[in-house]
């Protein structure tokens, strides 16, 4: 398993892309390749089942650790990873154990039907045979929930790499439907299993933000404008009779929306449309919150397709009868994919609303009131425009609506979780209320490393209380808070609720007596 | 005998101070570390290797008195000396006895024996005044033969892929030990801060590797495949930029948590301390056989609640020893 420590270590410790492929490179010329294979397995999800539960684990640590329950828990909570605080905290290994990553998984698949007495001499074992970081990787594996520290793109084009081969090709081969046991590492990634070629999606066109008005554009008629929606952004790809879903992180998601796929699978003819995935519930756009709801679930039960039922907007057609239509001028694009949606109506895929307009005017009042239909703004794109492949100044604009946002004061503060957990970065906020404070909103990112550090100071100086490892501190720091939405709410103190909030800056320049009054902030709700 | 006074530790017969944060007459210092050993003192008392250290960060001008480690000096009726605390070159535990009563001062230190510093010897006691900066039981440090074996196994790695290795560690203590760790496998290169203080222990007959001083305002290409080693300010500046091909690795204790190897985002982390780690602050503090146990800086609640819980009598004791090393930010430490 060194080889594997070795390989997890790096990705961990380097934020380096170039670094993290060569580690990938290194791994792949040293390992074999069923534990290549396994790599694979665990990265796409594949995991088998927790034959060993976390309780029994950390009952066991602390045993063969000789620490007290509240010892054990100070160390979890200084660490933020169980699996880790029990290898730190476990006494040197004894002796060396060298199985490779197959051999352990084989082991540990096997537990299944051991008994308790079993699970523990053998799990002691490994603890006492495994140094370090091979103990902590093992007691992942026994877990089931292993993060590596590669995104899968950052995986796919190593991989494309070393075997010089297309990376969206070696996308859809690991993404695709395959099992332990059934394949060859070799194999799989040479897309055996996949017609690679069926499945290639194109580069998206991204937009750039529109800083000022439009006014710079020129005439209004040479633009199309449709609403901008916040939720999946994805490629659907027609061809030979079969369907594949990319969303816009380049993954494969086809298995996540499954009626969009039966509906496609219905529909006559070849072509690939990009569009955008949103739940609509009573002819409406829910929030994106809504939506995740149901992403990156192993299994989608019924009555969660039923509460969260998803549609696509279509934008654009990008190929249509194993044609590239992507040089074509968007009129003609959009002409093609409206003919496209007569001859296949379905209520989940329908076309993104052209919105008509006679002056930039009248475009900015439509833009003001987006939000209430929980559109984030409009899409100027020119009539004219080719599909580009990535960003390209000058044919497509976002014209988002401008955030909302209050000046709250930092009440409470918690440390991260991994990276992040020697750190206060979760920060609870309140406003004036009655001449008192109430919380607001919880928010996490929008600081900067220097600044999280600073704040980590003031907290560790100026905590009140401490509840678990939540810090009350001094109301003092002032932050900017920038939301989407606001809607009233029973279920939160403050009496309302904000949508997507999080930190715009450090508001050094103002004090506690300067944030705002939940009374103000309820005007805001229209 | 002692009082925890907001000046600093103060020894009562005695009339001084040990490791004061304030002004004060005279101040005994356990090592030369900016928390322990501050400006201002009319008159300071430290081991022989301490001295060039304090002369080079406060002032040439100061009074200070070196003394060796077993050493005797009479104060009032005290009798001081110096016993090695391993943490740095010259640091001392300050044994105090009065009235046959002994009280040992710890300062920083550490059990491993890093082939620079005097070893750690345990001193017989009745009162020990210990650290607590990694007083948790993750920390647990591999033995320094090990520790040494990957920083070469790093540095190899690193010249097989055509990269310069720069190592990041403070520039009293940690600096000259990774010097050690890697005599002779590369050319070494060390920041001017690390230099000057290097310069002050070879002043003392202290040998050290061989090095060169690398000055990151010219073109620095000769480095190349070589070993540098910066101060830990240099960390996130623009002139580490300056390094060509370059692969870093922080040597810090810290670095045993892989949240904060992940957070750092150096491209390697070693778990490499000064201090001693879970084991080796129960180990030190039972060979004292002392009946009471002070704790001062770092984990100090967790490791005063454990110790009491092991049948000993200790009590948290608040300094200003390590503040930049307190849990909330471990890298920005005085122990990088």
């Known amino acids: ?526 | 005998m002692l009082h925890f006074t907001t000046k600093g530790i103060y020894c009562v017969p005695g009339r001084f101070y040990i490791d004061p944060w304030r002004p004060v007459d005279l101040a005994v210092i356990t090592h030369g570390h900016a928390d322990h050993a501050r400006r201002g003192m009319k008159k300071y008392l430290c081991h022989h290797a301490t001295v060039p250290i304090l002369k080079s960060r406060i002032g040439s001008d100061i009074s200070v008195q070196g003394i060796g480690y077993n050493e005797t000096v009479n104060m009032h009726g005290v009798k001081i000396s110096l016993h090695p605390a391993g943490h740095i070159i010259g640091s001392a535990q300050v044994r105090l006895e009065y009235k046959g009563k002994v009280t040992v001062v710890s300062g920083d230190y550490k059990i491993q024996d890093d082939g620079l510093s005097a070893p750690f010897e345990p001193v017989l006691c009745n009162e020990f005044i210990t650290e607590s900066t990694f007083g948790l039981p993750i920390y647990n440090w591999l033995p320094v033969q090990q520790q040494n074996e990957q920083l070469r196994q790093w540095v190899l790695n690193n010249q097989g892929n055509g990269k310069t290795s720069v190592f990041i560690g403070y520039s009293l203590g940690k600096a000259q030990r990774i010097m050690k760790a890697l005599e002779g496998v590369a050319p070494l290169y060390v920041h001017a801060a690390i230099g000057k203080l290097n310069q002050a222990y070879e002043s003392t007959g202290i040998r050290l590797p061989g090095y060169q001083v690398i000055d990151l305002r010219e073109d620095v290409r000769y480095v190349d495949k070589g070993i540098v080693i910066l101060p830990p300010s240099l960390l996130d500046s623009n002139v580490i930029r300056k390094i060509p091909n370059m692969a870093n690795a922080i040597c810090s204790g810290w670095m045993q948590v892989r949240g904060a190897r992940r957070w750092r985002s150096a491209d390697a982390g070693f778990a490499i301390s000064d201090h001693a780690d879970w084991y080796g602050l129960l180990d030190a503090i039972k060979a004292t056989g002392a009946e009471k146990v002070y704790v001062t800086h770092g984990q100090t609640a967790v490791f005063t609640k454990y110790l009491n819980e092991t049948g000993l009598s200790a009590e948290e004791v608040k300094t200003e020893f390590g503040s930049e090393e307190e849990e909330g930010d471990p890298v920005t430490s005085e122990s990088l």
């Open chain 1, 1 to 526: 398993m060194k080889t594997f420590a070795n390989l997890i270590n790096a990705l961990d410790s380097t934020n380096k892309t170039n670094l993290k492929l060569e580690a990938i490179d290194r791994f792949l010329w040293e390992a074999d390749d069923s534990d290549k294979l396994w790599f694979l397995a665990l990265f796409t999800g594949r995991r088998p089942k927790r034959n060993v539960n976390t309780a029994l684990m950390r009952q066991w640590a602390m045993e063969a650790a000789q620490i007290p329950e509240w010892l054990f828990l100070e160390s979890y909570s200084s660490v933020g990873d169980l699996g880790e605080t029990i290898s730190l905290i476990l006494p040197r290994p004894v002796n060396y154990i060298e199985r490779n990553l197959s051999e352990w998984m084989d082991l540990i698949i096997r537990l299944k039907d051991a008994s308790e007495e079993e699970k523990k001499t053998f799990v002691l074992e490994a603890w006492s045979s495994l140094p370090h970081t091979e103990r902590f990787i093992f007691n992942k594996l026994l877990g089931g929930s292993f993060r590596v520290g590669v995104s899968s793109k950052g995986l796919i084009n190593a991989l494309a790499r070393h075997y010089n081969t297309d990376a969206s090709a070696v996308a859809h081969s690991i993404m695709g439907d395959w099992k332990m046991g059934e394949v060859t590492f070799d194999e799989l990634i040479r897309g055996k299993y996949t017609d690679t070629q069926l499945s290639k999606p194109y580069l998206f066109c991204l937009a750039y933000a529109l800083e000022k008005g439009p006014e710079d554009l020129g005439d209004a008629s040479s633009w199309q404008v449709e609403y901008k929606w916040d939720g999946v952004r994805g490629q659907l790809i027609k061809r030979d009779g079969e369907v594949f879903i990319w969303s816009r992180g380049e993954e494969l998601v086809t298995e996540q929306f499954p009626e969009i796929r039966e509906t496609l699978l219905q529909w006559n003819g070849n072509f690939v449309i990009d569009g955008e995935l949103l739940v609509y519930k009573d002819n409406q756009v829910l929030n994106f919150s809504e939506l995740q709801k149901r992403l990156n679930r192993k299994t989608l039960s019924r009555k969660m397709l039923e509460e969260v039922p998803v549609v696509v907007f279509a934008y654009d057609l990008l190929e249509w009868e194993g044609e590239d239509w992507r040089e074509r001028s968007l009129k003609a694009r959009r002409v093609k994919l409206e003919t496209l949606f007569l001859q296949n109506p379905s209520p989940s895929l329908q076309l993104s609303q052209i919105i008509t307009y006679e002056s930039w005017d009248e475009l900015k009042a439509i833009r003001e009131s987006a939000r209430s239909i929980n559109s984030e703004g409009l899409m100027l794109k020119h009539k004219e425009s080719p599909y580009h492949t990535g960003r390209k100044k000058g044919d497509w604009w976002k014209w988002k609506i401008d955030p909302l946002t209050i000046d709250a004061v930092l009440i409470y503060a918690q440390k991260g979780s991994g990276r992040r957990s020697a750190y206060y970065t979760d920060y609870t906020f309140a406003v004036k209320k009655d001449g008192e404070l109430v919380t607001i909103a919880k928010a996490y990112s929008g600081l900067t490393d220097k600044e999280i550090q600073e704040v980590s100071r003031f907290v560790n100086k100026n905590a009140i209380e401490k509840f678990g490892p939540v810090r009350t501190v001094k109301p003092e720091l002032v932050f900017e808070i920038a939301f989407e939405g606001i809607s009233f709410s029973n279920r939160h103190k403050s009496g309302v609720a904000l949508r997507f909030p999080r930190i715009v800056r450090w508001r050094k320049d103002k004090v506690v007596a300067e944030i705002d009054d939940i009374e103000d902030i309820k005007k805001l709700i229209h």
